[in-house]
T-cell receptor, first 115, second 113 residues
Framework: EAEVAQSPRYKITEKSQAVAFWCDPI?????LYWYRQILGQGPELLVQ????????DSQLPKDRFSAERLKGVDSTLKIQPAELGDSAMYLC?????????????FGPGTRLTVL | DQQVKQNSPSLSVQEGRISILNCDYT??????FLWYKKYPAEGPTFLIS?????DKNEDGRFTVFLNKSAKHLSLHIVPSQPGDSAVYFC????????????FGQGTILTVHP
């Protein structure tokens, strides 16, 4: 069964360091999402890609976060510099097309701890 | 502002009984609602959804009810099984063309044998 792959699964870093997360969506899925889930809260959308284009990054802290999906397949989310408040689970999801009626499939996430 | 709220952080039920998870929303533009289930160390998985043109959708042991006037939806699980123990997230979409999901905080369901 096709799955969304994410790496690393866990990342511990010190504040002010740079971190990067990788996501490989299900093959053929045009839409890719990055969510952040803080402990005790639901996932919050950070950025949404349609192929290689960003269609929603309204909640992405652009002073320190960046995301790319250069060839419209896999994607990287970067934080530089990391802050203590960035400690969270970072989830990647993909769907065939954009639109709520298209099921989003989630990866296992990357647990980030900033010390 | 929290547009989707799950006011019960946790719920404990006995195996075989009904589990009822609740969700409230404030944004009148939401027209599609979903429930996701999440096990530890895994990503959320889609469970069931409902469009605002319906007030009920059923899939096996899972039924979602939507009360648009009250801006309230609920997920019923009957009968509950120990394998249903997980975190359940309510999510809503609408008002945009890209299908952005807004999630609630989640409810931890524990089903005791």
């Amino acid at each position: 069964e096709a799955e969304v792959a994410q790496s690393p699964r866990y990342k511990i870093t010190e504040k002010s360091q740079a971190v990067a997360f990788w996501c490989d969506p299900i093959s053929g899925h045009a839409t890719l999402y990055w969510y952040r889930q803080i402990l005790g809260q639901g996932p919050e959308l950070l950025v949404q890609f349609q192929d290689e284009s960003v269609v929603d990054d309204s909640q992405l802290p652009k002073d320190r976060f960046s995301a790319e999906r250069l060839k419209g397949v896999d994607s990287t989310l970067k934080i530089q510099p990391a802050e203590l408040g960035d400690s969270a689970m970072y989830l990647c999801a993909s769907s065939l097309y954009a639109g709520a009626y298209n099921e989003q499939f989630f990866g296992p996430g990357t647990r980030l701890t900033v010390l | 502002d929290q547009q989707v709220k799950q006011n019960s952080p946790s719920l404990s039920v006995q195996e075989g009984r009904i589990s009822i998870l609740n969700c409230d929303y404030t944004n009148s533009m939401f027209d599609y609602f979903l429930w996701y289930k999440k096990y530890p160390a895994e990503g959320p998985t889609f469970l069931i959804s409902i469009s605002s043109i319906k007030d009920k959708n059923e899939d096996g042991r899972f039924t979602v009810f939507l009360n648009k006037s009250a801006k309230h939806l609920s997920l019923h699980i009957v009968p509950s099984q120990p394998g249903d123990s997980a975190v359940y997230f309510c999510a809503a979409a609408g008002g945009t063309s890209y299908g952005k999901l807004t999630f609630g905080q989640g409810t931890i369901l524990t089903v005791h044998p």
